[in-house]
């Protein structure tokens, strides 16, 4: 999640615990232009960490031409998974956002705060709290 200057966060991804497939969470752009992150990764339930030199990834990839298949079918997916957010953000009401974050991720609304959902959807805690109520009052 990138921070403003301000110091606002903005989640722009989240793996939900046994999430099938697994959900891979990384700044593939820092990790390739071997720069620091602009992006920090946060984990707020007990999770698997996995690391790897790039230097060592990319040997991977020259040596076992499984692992760099595999490695680019997870890069594809994470593309998808990451453009599908940004299109809705474009394109969709708050409240589409919200059912398709609640369809997306079905427990983890349960285990975030509300403001770490609204940061997602790129709205406030307060619009949020209304969408929601507005979600149980049509029920």
Same mark, same amino acid.
């Given at each position: 999640?990138?921070?403003?200057?301000?110091?606002?966060?903005?989640?722009?991804?989240f793996?939900? @615990?046994? *999430? !099938?497939?697994? /959900?891979? #969470?990384?700044?593939?752009?820092?990790?390739?232009?071997?720069? +620091?992150?602009?992006?920090?990764?946060?984990?707020l339930?007990?999770?698997?960490?996995?690391?790897?030199?790039?230097?060592?990834?990319?040997g991977?990839?020259?040596?076992h031409? @499984?692992? *760099? !298949?595999?490695? /680019?079918? #997870?890069?594809?997916?994470?593309?998808?998974?990451?453009?599908? +957010?940004?299109l809705?953000?474009?394109?969709?009401?708050a409240?589409a956002k919200?059912?398709?974050?609640?369809e997306?991720?079905?427990?983890?609304s349960?285990?975030?705060?509300?403001?770490?959902i609204?940061?997602?959807?790129?709205i406030?805690?307060?619009?949020?709290?209304?969408?929601?109520?507005?979600?149980?009052?049509?029920?």
């Amino acid at each position: 999640m990138p921070l403003t200057k301000n110091g606002k966060e903005h989640n722009i991804q989240f793996a939900a @615990k046994n *999430d !099938r497939p697994a /959900r891979w #969470i990384f700044d593939l752009s820092s990790f390739y232009s071997e720069k +620091p992150s602009l992006l920090y990764i946060e984990a707020l339930e007990p999770s698997q960490i996995l690391q790897i030199k790039h230097p060592d990834l990319v040997g991977l990839f020259t040596n076992h031409h @499984k692992f *760099d !298949r595999n490695f /680019r079918i #997870i890069i594809e997916q994470k593309f998808i998974e990451i453009q599908n +957010p940004v299109l809705d953000k474009i394109s969709s009401t708050a409240e589409a956002k919200y059912l398709s974050f609640l369809e997306q991720y079905p427990e983890l609304s349960k285990r975030v705060l509300n403001t770490q959902i609204a940061s997602y959807l790129g709205i406030t805690p307060e619009f949020l709290s209304k969408i929601r109520k507005d979600i149980t009052d049509l029920k």
